[in-house]
């Protein structure tokens, strides 16, 4: 296997088991307490297998519809969830971003993510998987999967309440654990960083795994997510009164180790295009920079609709914010706040010009992108579907091209669509490197030659020199006003990049709570500057609606005060019917009571 995790979805049905979210519903594992289970290799395997598909999503199965909660988007979480920042905005606004959550209030047991069932299944592996005359270092292959999944699994927790019951065993209906309080975080954090590297102690290398299996290099990748994301949560949110230095270490331990191996960026030297045609694939298993992925089968009815609900029909209809926009740099590695290539935003076309190479390649200019020719769909080329034009709309007019792949037969396939998903890439690596790096104090310039500046290299933009770091006062003012620390111009860089690097692969939210910049989300949404000429149909007043500047404001009769963020949203609530069941559960700061 070369790099890839093909999904495995041949499980036994005697593991398909129906269930429902409640937390006390559980599955009923004595169908297969038995003692002719957990004996043999194949047994753990098998076990393992039902958990592939729970947490390396890609871009779900089927339909890809299903709702991801609390989040609101769809299941393809990784091209979707930048809705809810401030790199998107849907046609019909985020209730998550303009701080108007409110499903907790009636959500049931076990919703909007505070869901124990998958961790009690791990959990019943770990009990279990010691039973059987398996050799010790064939099944410890498998208990690191199901340690890999379960770091994973709390991490997730983590990142949307904070304190999360830490359950180390199965728990049963009169397990005192079911009314126990919430473990607070530092104790999971320390949990889930040791059950990660119990992972990659266990795992086998990277070519030593069985066929589309997890390895060593895999769990290293989630282990340096893991690491700088605590590690940055914990400086920045400073009332914690948690040090994350020992995070960032384990980051830049796992990145180094990754660092050392043979991953490249994917390049075939065409700095016009490879960046959006990294996205547009069939197959990741002879690409360098993906760590992690997931296929599609049409032959065995194992496919999704992203593609054609992408490229073809718009479904999400949602569109790219002028903050995203506006932060790419020029071709000479200036902001467009200072850099004389820059010669404004009267159109499009103009605004888009001397500009970083990946925002082409990640946004769509007019007449580019286009659906095949016969092909009947929401075109939204060559011009986007602004309100006022029929179709699914772009309200921004900045359409999303990065995961535009034009194939038809693909569209065609509808639900056995093959697009693969790339999940972990080296990029990240790279990125998480640097940042960590700069969080200890370790910024040099060596460190951003091996990771910012490969990074640019790839589209052939400007090196970042240290000692001649750009001026951006559009982006400090930015810091000046809805953050409240000013970083050190380098970061603001690193920060810059990753933004760039992986706009529209879901990073963006969990960025902002770490760096405690949810504020950002305040900042007006706006698309681009309306220009009538182009859109000749299109009524100003009743169609859309112009700033003074005359840029699209998709929520100005929808959303006219904006969106507010405030402290409490840096943790999602949790559901009042769980906060009912068990008295020692406190709610999250700002939740309390029915806001």
Known sequence: MKKLLTLIIAISTTFLWSCNDDFMERYPLDQINDENFWRTQQDLELYSNAFYPK???????????????????????????????????????SKVAANEYTAYITGASGSGGWNFENIRDLNYFLENYKRGDVDDAVRNVYAGEILFFKAWDYFEKVKLFGDVPWLSKVVEINSPELMGPRTPRSEVMDSVLYSINKAIEWLPEKGAERPDRLNKDIARHLKAR???????????????????????????????????????????????????????????RSNPEVILSKEYSADKNLGVAFSRYFAQNLRHQFGATRSLVDEYLCTDGEPISISPLFKGHNTIQIEMTDRDPRLKQTIANFGEYNLAPGISGADNAPLPNIPGLSGNKVPTGYRVAKWFLNDPVDWDRTTNGMQAAPIFRYAEVLLNYAEAKFELGQGTQDVIDRTVNVIRDRVKMPPLEISNIPADPALDNDYAMYCDY??????????????????????RWDDLMRWKA??????????LKFVQEQFPKVVVDKDVYLSSDGFLLPYKKTLPSGRKFDE??????????????NPSLIQNPGWEGTK
């Open 568 to 581: 409490r949203q840096y943790l999602f609530p949790i559901p009042m019917e769980d906060l009912v069941l």
């Open 486 to 507: 000013m970083p050190n111009p380098l970061l603001r860089e690193i920060r810059r990049e990753r933004r760039i690097e992986f706009a529209f692969e879901n990073f």
């Open 226 to 284: 893991i690491g700088l994301y605590e590690g940055t949560y914990r400086k920045y949110h400073q009332s914690l009164g948690l040090d994350g230095t020992k995070f960032l270490n384990e980051a830049i331990a796992a990145c180094e180790d990754l660092m050392a191996k043979s991953y490249s960026l994917y390049s075939t030297g065409n700095s016009d295009t490879d960046y959006n045609s990294l996205f547009a694939q069939y197959s990741y």
């Open 518 to 527: 949810g504020r950002f989300l305040e900042i007006p949404v706006e698309g």
């Open 55 to 93: 947490y390396i999503v890609g871009f779900g199965y089927g339909w890809g519809d299903a709702t991801i909660q609390p989040y609101g988007y769809t299941q393809a979480a990784i091209v979707y969830g930048d809705i809810i920042t401030d790199n998107a905005a849907p046609n019909s606004y």
